[in-house]
């Protein structure tokens, strides 16, 4: 029998109730072994559990629950239940991993592909690492959403794409997955000369059709790094190209298809507006987010203006550091602000991605060298600079970037003080007015 230790009993819950406590070991829920966090997510749903829990000195205890189907039991597991995380195998055409530069930590090289980090992360996955009766298994949880990496609805193109015959499952996957009602939500990385145009085409028009349980697509151009020697030739979409998916994909979808804010940025073209986001589905792909953190930026601003908060103050000089791709965008948040708190200076400092490529712009993959190195000594007037949240990396304690600089590396080398920028546009505006607030210097 699989025993899972129990590494967290929430105050007030259930467990707590019952005398579950930390260093006890989940045996069996309603007489059935849990085999991961799927299982123990599914199971928990009924209202009336018997829990089997085993005490570190052995002792068995059968606990007969009743509750709402909506209450969990406020447990958290060692490792959270998710050992054994499937890895890829797929080969990918366009995989980033696969264009990252030796010496980096090792987590970074990791591929995973598991449905479990779909449902409970967001993570895209491309079924092609499960048999069809791993896709009845999950899908008998009934759990959503789903978010699937598709590439292309051509299965001769797919299996190119992705390095392997297993692409052909989809549509048997996602057919499994529709009648069992779970919700997807689908993910296209383009390729030039790969998957667009017919190819394109075709895709969203089968996906369309796929049943009311196909959520969204998201469309998003390959990220293509300096370091893609000995793997596949790849061309970098351009301006006109850029035009070229928005007018193929204003032409084929609505309410179900939406383009990354990328492809707006390299056309040289406005984003859509915020209605056009509908509930804002793909906002892991990229979609929306400009307009999302635009309006939630101003909503604030106009609060501190109604407020008269805008009144006081001294003069202030910050600097925020981007991407290529949201300078201007960051240049109209600062103006935005600017206009209200007139003593403060904000100077938004693009950093152009020498450490992956000029053509990787987003500023999620900004790196700590490049930074200091195009910044360095030419920032020490600042009161202090704002960087990006998505620039380091998630879930840990340690504020650390892709290439292994950490946040008080950058204070130390830039001689300023640093702070993390939230990636809400609210919160982000809070944060501005805080500094500009404070009458000493941060």
């Not at 090289?109 to 449902?119: E, G, M, N, T």
Request: glycine share 10%.
């Amino acid at each position: 029998m699989i025993r899972h230790e129990i590494s967290h009993v929430h105050k007030n819950s259930i467990a707590a109730y019952m005398g579950i406590e930390r260093g006890d070991f989940l045996l069996a829920i309603n007489n059935g072994e849990v085999r991961d966090i799927l299982d123990y997510r599914f199971r928990v749903q009924a209202e009336q559990l018997l829990v089997e829990v085993e005490k570190p000195c052995g002792e068995i205890w059968e606990l007969d629950i009743e509750k709402d189907a909506d209450t969990d039991l406020g447990l958290e597991f060692v490792q959270a239940l998710m050992s054994n995380t499937r890895r890829c195998r797929n080969k990918c055409i366009f995989c980033f991993i696969d264009q990252q530069p030796p010496g980096l930590r090792d987590t970074l090289y990791v591929k995973d592909d598991d449905v479990r980090l779909s449902f409970l992360l967001g993570n895209y996955v491309t079924l092609t690492n499960l048999d069809l009766d791993e896709v009845r298994r999950l899908a008998g949880y009934h759990l959503s959403p789903l978010r699937i990496s598709v590439h292309a609805a051509e299965l001769s193109v797919r299996e190119k794409m992705m390095g392997t015959p297993a692409a052909c499952n989809l549509f048997d996957a996602l057919a499994i997955f529709d009648a069992a009602g779970v919700e997807m939500h689908f993910q296209v990385v383009l390729c030039k000369g790969v998957n667009d145009g017919a190819v394109l085409d075709d895709t969203i028009r089968r996906l369309k059709t796929i049943g009311a349980n196909a959520k969204s697509l998201a469309i998003v151009p390959a990220g293509l790094t300096k370091h893609r020697f000995g793997l596949a030739e790849l061309d970098q979409f351009g301006r006109d190209d850029a035009r070229t998916v928005i007018n193929q994909v204003g032409d084929v979808g609505s309410e179900f298809v939406y383009l990354s804010d990328e492809w707006y940025i390299l056309a040289g073209l406005p984003l859509p507006g915020y209605a056009k986001y509908d509930n804002f589905p793909q906002l892991d792909n990229g979609v929306g987010v400009l307009r999302l953190f635009e309006r939630e930026f101003l909503q604030q601003l106009r609060k501190c203006i109604r407020c008269g908060r805008h009144k006081s103050g001294g003069a202030r000089h910050f600097g925020i550091v981007t991407g290529t791709a949201a300078g201007g965008f960051m240049r109209y948040i600062a103006n935005r602000f600017m206009a209200v708190f007139p003593h403060l200076k904000i100077t938004v400092y693009v950093v152009r991605n020498d450490f992956f490529g000029s053509s990787v712009t987003v500023s999620g993959l900004l790196t700590g060298c490049d930074i200091i190195g195009q910044l360095g000594g030419k920032i020490s007037n600042m009161d202090a600079i704002f960087l990006p949240d998505n620039a380091f990396r998630a879930g840990v304690r340690e504020r650390i970037m892709l290439d292994g600089t950490t946040l008080q590396d950058l204070r130390c080398v830039l001689g300023v003080p640093v702070r993390v920028g939230s990636t809400s546009g609210g919160e982000f505006c809070k944060q501005l007015l805080r500094s500009f607030s404070s009458h000493s210097r941060p």
